[in-house]
């Protein structure tokens, strides 16, 4: 749990994930000429990571954000 240190928010917060693992990566075939790419998640427990890094408050955007 995260909370904004200048309003209290608890509950929105700008930030990214970061996720890494073993994809499946395969080419759409729309029939067009765009170079369109999916992937899918092959989920191991034994090799997925990932990452929560929380950058701002969603409502005063301050920084000051603190891990509870």
């Known amino acids: 749990m995260y909370k904004c240190m200048n309003c209290g928010?608890?509950?929105k917060f700008f930030g990214h994930a970061e996720e890494n693992g073993d994809v499946i990566i395969y080419k759409?075939?729309?029939n067009d000429d765009t170079e369109t790419y999916n992937w899918i998640?092959?989920?191991s427990e034994?090799?997925?990571n990932s990452k929560l890094?929380?950058?701002s408050c969603y409502?005063?955007?301050?920084k000051?954000?603190?891990k509870l």
């Open 53 to 55: 890094v929380i950058e």
């Open 46 to 48: 034994n090799n997925w």
């Open 28 to 30: 759409n075939d729309f």
């Open 9 to 11: 928010n608890t509950e």
């Open 64 to 66: 000051n954000i603190k």
């Open 59 to 62: 409502f005063c955007h301050s």
């Open 41 to 43: 998640y092959k989920v």
